[in-house]
């Protein structure tokens, strides 16, 4: 079939589109600005990524092929291993507390109680609030030696300011601080996901576990927990994606006080953006985001693998 036939089909008898033709124009058109957006913005910066894994390159002068190299400088770099090991501890940390809150409060706020939509606001706006300015206030209530949290701590146990926690100023309590920042904040969000689950909750399997005299703890355990796996799935997916790639909670809790705090609060994608724009190693950094990328794929794909054995 030669370009002429072809194009006499694609057109009618004067040479006007089909009405097949101008439809798929029409869809395309539709599609095309948020597939141009993902090309250029999110597409093609991975492809070049991944070039750049293999490469030496300060954005100035030619790039050098190093082949693996930038990723055998990972497996002795202190630093990368420091801010993995932070990126997981930070993760285990935010990932159970923030499903067991965002639970418990979607559970108690599906009841009828007083004010119940008011609460729902209340747990919901800091998700929605500005990070740099509750950040700032967050800041400010667990300062060492002016915020409401210290002062209140030393007028009930009576221990000197000097002795109590620097949160966010100390090393050995900054990540417990992030993790309990990062809880307040993103709890909303999911309890408002639980919430959802629990409207797709059949009321008939509560009555019939009531009839067989189950208390409320075991028409929990029974019922709504088994009830909303495929929503526990999908919170848990995206809180540990969401806590492996996470940056801008740290960088406006600690200012880039990392190096005072001996690393603590350095995590992966963090170093990603100093080995790029600070040390201009592009090659390097991308190789660290690579392997991000990889441990994330990882996770995805296990999750995925225990969602279908849980499924059948």
Same mark, same amino acid.
């Given at each position: 079939? +030669?370009?002429?036939?072809?194009?006499?089909?694609?057109?009618?008898? +004067?040479?006007?589109? *089909?009405?097949?033709?101008?439809?798929?124009?029409?869809?395309?058109?539709?599609?095309?600005?948020?597939?141009?957006?993902?090309?250029?913005?999110? &597409?093609?910066?991975?492809?070049?990524?991944?070039?750049?894994?293999?490469?030496?390159?300060?954005?100035?002068?030619?790039?050098?092929?190093?082949?693996?190299? %930038?990723?055998?400088?990972?497996?002795? $770099?202190?630093?990368?291993?420091?801010?993995?090991?932070?990126?997981?501890?930070?993760?285990?940390?935010?990932?159970?507390?923030?499903?067991?809150?965002?639970?418990?409060? !979607?559970?108690?706020?599906?009841?009828?109680?007083?004010?119940?939509?008011?609460?729902?606001?209340?747990?919901?706006?800091? @998700?929605? =609030? *500005?990070?740099?300015?509750?950040?700032?206030?967050?800041?400010?209530?667990?300062?060492?030696?002016?915020?409401?949290?210290?002062?209140?701590?030393?007028?009930?146990?009576?221990?000197?300011?000097?002795?109590?926690?620097?949160? !966010?100023?100390?090393?050995?309590?900054?990540?417990?601080?992030?993790?309990?920042?990062?809880?307040?904040?993103?709890?909303?969000? @999911?309890?408002?996901?639980?919430?959802?689950?629990?409207?797709?909750? %059949?009321?008939?399997?509560?009555?019939? =576990?009531?009839?067989?005299?189950?208390?409320?703890?075991?028409?929990?355990?029974?019922?709504?927990?088994?009830?909303?796996?495929?929503?526990?799935?999908?919170? &848990?997916?995206?809180?540990?994606?969401? *806590?492996?790639?996470?940056?801008?909670?740290?960088?406006?809790?600690?200012?880039?006080?990392?190096?005072?705090?001996?690393?603590?609060?350095?995590?992966?994608? @963090?170093?990603?953006?100093?080995?790029?724009?600070?040390?201009? $190693? @592009?090659?390097?950094? *991308?190789?660290?985001?690579?392997?991000?990328?990889?441990?994330? &794929?990882?996770?995805?794909?296990?999750?995925?693998?225990?969602?279908?054995?849980?499924?059948?």
């Amino acid at each position: 079939m +030669n370009n002429e036939t072809v194009l006499r089909q694609k057109t009618g008898k +004067n040479g006007v589109l *089909s009405k097949k033709v101008k439809d798929h124009l029409v869809a395309y058109s539709f599609i095309a600005p948020n597939f141009i957006g993902f090309a250029v913005f999110t &597409l093609v910066p991975m492809v070049f990524a991944f070039i750049l894994a293999f490469v030496k390159w300060d954005g100035a002068n030619p790039m050098q092929f190093l082949g693996i190299d %930038n990723f055998l400088r990972l497996m002795k $770099d202190p630093t990368f291993h420091k801010a993995l090991w932070n990126t997981i501890v930070y993760t285990i940390g935010v990932v159970p507390f923030t499903m067991a809150c965002a639970l418990a409060l !979607a559970v108690l706020l599906n009841q009828h109680i007083l004010a119940r939509n008011f609460m729902r606001t209340v747990f919901f706006f800091p @998700y929605v =609030a *500005s990070l740099v300015a509750v950040a700032a206030v967050w800041n400010f209530i667990f300062s060492p030696t002016m915020g409401p949290v210290n002062n209140i701590l030393n007028w009930i146990t009576g221990i000197p300011i000097e002795q109590l926690p620097r949160w !966010a100023a100390d090393k050995d309590w900054a990540m417990f601080t992030v993790v309990l920042f990062t809880v307040w904040k993103n709890m909303g969000y @999911y309890m408002v996901i639980y919430l959802a689950g629990l409207q797709g909750v %059949n009321p008939e399997l509560y009555e019939a =576990a009531e009839l067989d005299g189950a208390n409320r703890w075991k028409r929990f355990v029974n019922v709504t927990i088994p009830q909303l796996a495929p929503t526990t799935f999908f919170v &848990l997916m995206i809180l540990i994606i969401n *806590s492996f790639k996470v940056y801008d909670i740290f960088i406006n809790l600690f200012a880039g006080a990392d190096n005072q705090l001996n690393d603590a609060t350095r995590v992966l994608v @963090y170093q990603i953006y100093n080995t790029a724009f600070r040390s201009l $190693d @592009y090659g390097y950094s *991308s190789a660290m985001a690579i392997v991000l990328f990889l441990l994330v &794929l990882g996770i995805t794909v296990i999750q995925f693998r225990f969602e279908k054995k849980y499924g059948q």
